[in-house]
């Protein structure tokens, strides 16, 4: 099918099966790599994106659910190349990654939490954080990301 | 995967009659009849792990009439499109059907939970599924649909053996109905819900424990199981319910229960626990939830 | 050679930069190998025996595919020696015509339509006619089934110390037990891949995901019967390895090498997270008896460890990963009597491999819980029988080594059990429970701890042999390239090495380059495991940038203080004068460091780092679940370079063992792994993981007492928290529970069978 999504807010057009996975198009279609695989089978997280603003693993979304939808990968979160998301920053200052490769997918779905509820409690972080999978850091030093984030939204009194 | 995607066929519908003409289609002698397809959180891992039959799919993901809660005096309805996020966040569920929205937070996680789909979890019927034990203990109703018109099933007998259900194949599951409990009616209420899986999060139960009761006193009223992964099907418990509202709740008519309802459940050992694990934690889950009971109406 | 003054700047040592390579990372812009632009790539897949021992007696290509189009590679297509070369070459890279477990390969095939690579390797039949197989450790040790050399053994040692036969018949108490545990997967959320380039013209480049840039490098050379400079292996991003990428990754890159070089096209060979399940590497499963004699206050008096390891199918890295278990084996303990036999058997299982502690955790959880069992026979608090026969400095280890770093245990013990509230909780959790017992309620509490140590480096003359090497340069910009083989794999190791040459050079950070490691660019530093990364490769550094000053100073060129803009000019001068201004700098042993390999005498490693954990649980047993509560972490590991990276290491490894002692189990079936998906292979999620506390313990390190083998007095940090958090945990279950926790992973289901002997 020939598949039209906007993804990091551009429109993008591809030739592609109805079943593929989104995270294929994303990385080989489309060649925008920073999405994961880490199982193939929606247990890991490493794949999360948001479509329409959702938290989904794109493993398992297939490409004729995303026409016309609006995705968004860690290739757009950044609001530009020389500036991080505050997230991002936070990761990078606070020991949130390790090897890297959960990282996106992490980012992803605690901008969702966040999102959610931007003043989070651990128990709150812990469930939100849940389908993703960190093999490094024990998570510790993820939460401690996430609530440097949410410090520096309210030293900044950004939303 | 053992078969090429190229083999698949899949469409997206763009309205419920049209979803409902492909399924009525008869099937092709190579890929079978149309089979809908929801939120992909199941069927995307068999195809991946080449289980998936070769077919032709319907997506029925856009179908915006299949999703939603309504609500009467006497009922509520989920479309079955509905998605354990929007099952989880709706208050009135929380208020009198608790067990739904504890079930939806059980599955998965957030991602998991953002495009699994009630209907979807209820016609894949897997036996560990998270929601179809509190559907149980609900005595929910299911609608299905054909273009021959709807079709009401209790969902108590839907489903019929592993993996097989009552439903044909040019039929769509279009809502599930729960019956409201009138505030007037004796006794009170105990929701138990609990899900025994590997881990704390993004786990396939071991053991899945639902029920729902009415209390008066040391009266059980009415009393409903719903169990998972410890039979071929999500399993009502209709014997050990006849045994609980047979006698005022004590230590002998407990025993009772629990001899009842290890006859009734047949667990298995698999790659996730044992057969006897599986036995003794259902019996410890009845004892809880009947422990829960007994505080009530020690305390009323 | 003298330590630098102060320099202008500010040493970064003790600081938390962000991590080199951080910004990619989180940007999503970090290239691993799945990830790599392969313009013509072909897609390879391995068929694998399936039979866990027979013999090969014929393939059949079952029609289905267009056959003709692939490119098909067997074991009679290799160029060279039909091995994965490592210790010893007794693993075959194809099976030529024995298979030795279930997941060895056997064909190789290649296409570009990576969907038509899946069906064909189901259309692949082997025909294999079964041999006998053995699958438990202790029916291979009888031997009436062989199943490699004469008598299934890989390795066997002993350790004497002093009489044990006599201490042991004179002991007045003796405390006996068993305990094992079970395989581990080492779960990097990356799976591995390799991507080759090969021909018979150019030789051979791999790019991949791995550890051991230069183990791959030996194993490809042989392979192909190369010589070393038409070999390259260039490490991509790794997401992760934990052992797990030591030694199978030189397989995969075997495997994707053949099929290039046959091919003629690069090939991309990226295992799914199911494959590599079944095939890469795990944690040995271990078995360990313990026999011991104590006086009645529970001063050990004798030890006798028997230590077994499941080897697997081939030798691989058994005999090292049981000398680091063997070696652990008695403990931060005195004792004057001490005999340690170990062995490791072959099996029909898939080899198993390098993970994170490399048999230590095996031997620490046996003598950790026997010291649980010893303390509760004699009615002694597990702490304090710790506290009556911890090392002391001076005194000597089970292989006759002397303790000459300044440990005091007792006070690291001391200082764990204050942080943690033990001495409190642990009665408070007895009286709670036993209230609970009596009025039928399930919840029970517990709190259980383990102290331990951690050998930093290669085992006995282990660094000796490898004589590692790191080259340093600088452009005549004065951007300082630090050349070494070690892998950033998650750990840190691009920040801490830019820290390190920092505080050497007294230079900012953006002065400082890492070379990605690729054997064209980088020197053989030795393989990026055995907590050896900082304190071996690191020091290297610090002396490679020591001498690199040294160059520009004895020119004439730089002062004993300098700004960055001095260190530059200085070396565009160096450049102009003819330059290549290039160091090295090679491994030497430390003075007074000796090792026997036969005797097993002498010091085992050159430093340790000790520890003491606590985990605090609590147990429901309505379902027997447990959950970790809280634990607390406290080392001394020497100088932390880098406290937010080192944390992390330490809280990653906290996880690690809480999986490995509660919910990471391998099930077996005829040699091959039932569970190999995530979905049913539980890992810890942030819901399981419990509130880590982590404190280091650096009072030796600052009042430099201890020996400075590593940069700036830093010790290996690594594997140390695999160590002793299964071993806490599983205490903390016997104290909430009584029930005899002598085996992990310890699932709901064997709790509740434990229970039924406390009843």
Known sequence: MKLTLTVNGTERTCDVHPLARLLDVLRRDLQLPGTKEGCGEGECGACSVFVDGKLVNSCLVPALQVAGRDVQTIEGVAPSTELLDRVQEAFLKHGGAQCGICTPGMILAAKALLAEHPQPTMAEMREGLAGNLCRCTGYTKIFDSVLAAVAKTEAEGQP | ?300 | MKEPDVLQQESPIGKSPPRKEGVAKVTGKAVYVDDLPVAGAIYGATVRSKVARGHLRGITYHPGVPWEDFHIVTAADIPGENTIALIEKDQQCLVDTTVNHPEEAVVLIAHPDRELVERARRLVELHIEPLPMVFDLDESLEGEVRVWGEDNLLKQFSIDKGDIASALASAPIIVEGEYATGAQEQLYIEPQGMVALASPKHGITVWGSLQCPYYVHKALATLFGLPKERVRIIQCETGGGFGGKEEYPSMIAAHAALLAWKARRPVKLIYDRHEDMLATTKRHPSRTRIRSGHDEHGKLLALDVDFRLDGGAYMTLSPVVLSRGGLHASGPYSCDHIRIRARAAATNHPPHGAFRGFGAPQSVFAIERHLDKVAAQLGIDGAELRRRNFLLQGQTMATGQVVRDNIDLPQLLDRAVAMSGYAHKRAEFSRLNAEAASRGEPIRRGIGLASFMHGAGFTGSGERYLASVVAVDATPTGIVRIRASSTEIGQGKDTVFTQIAQDALGLPSSMIEIIRPDTAEVPDSGPTVASRTVMIVGKLVHNACLELRRKLSEGGLLGESYTAEEFAAACGIFHQLGGPLRVESQYQQPAGIDWDDKKYRGDAYATYAWAVYIAEVTVDLTTYETRVDRFYALQDAGRIIHPVLAAGQIEGGVAQGVGMALYEKVVWKDGRMQNAQMTNYIMPTSLDVPDIFVEFDDRATRLGTNQPHGPRGAKGIGELPLDGSAPAVASAVHHATGAPIYAVPMTPEDLMLAMETVR
Request: net charge positive; charged share 25%.
């Open chain 2, 1 to 300: 995967m053992s078969h090429k995607l190229s083999e698949f066929v899949a469409r997206s519908a763009t309205s419920l009659p049209e979803a409902l003409s492909l399924l009525a289609e008869p099937a092709d002698a190579d890929r079978g009849p149309w089979r809908p397809l929801a939120g992909g959180t199941d069927l995307m891992v068999t195809l991946a792990a080449g289980t998936l039959p070769v077919g032709r799919y319907v997506d029925i993901w856009p179908l915006d009439e299949l999703r939603g809660i309504t609500v009467t005096d006497e009922s509520v309805e989920i479309g079955a499109l509905t998605t354990y996020t929007d099952i989880r966040l709706h208050p009135l569920l929380a208020k009198e059907f608790p067990l739904l929205g504890l079930a939806a937070k059980e599955t998965g996680a957030i991602a998991i939970q953002n495009r699994g789909t009630l209907g979807g979890n209820i016609a894949n019927a897997s036996p560990a599924a998270d929601t179809p034990p509190a559907l149980l203990a609900y005595d929910a109703e299911l609608e299905l649909l054909s273009r021959s018109g709807p079709r009401t099933v209790p969902y108590s007998r839907f489903h019929s053996g592993y993996k097989q259900m009552d439903r044909r194949p040019d039929e769509l599951i279009t809502k599930v109905r729960l019956k409201r409990t009138p505030s007037d009616a004796p006794g009170h209420t105990v929701h138990y819900y609990r899900k025994v899986g590997t881990r704390a999060a993004q786990a396939i139960s071991k053991v899945c424990f639902a029920a729902f009761a009415r209390v008066e006193g040391h009266r059980l009223l009415n009393v409903r199981l719903g169990l998972g992964s410890v039979a071929p099907i999500p399993l009502r418990c209709t014997r050990t319910e006849s045994v609980l509202l047979s006698a005022p709740l004590d230590e002998p008519l407990i025993r009772r229960a629990e001899a009842t309802l290890a006859y009734e459940i047949s667990p298995i050992d698999d790659v996730r626990s044992t057969s006897p694990y599986r036995r003794r934690v259902t019996l410890n889950l009845l004892r809880e939830m009947l422990s829960r009971c007994q505080v009530r109406s020690d305390s009323t």
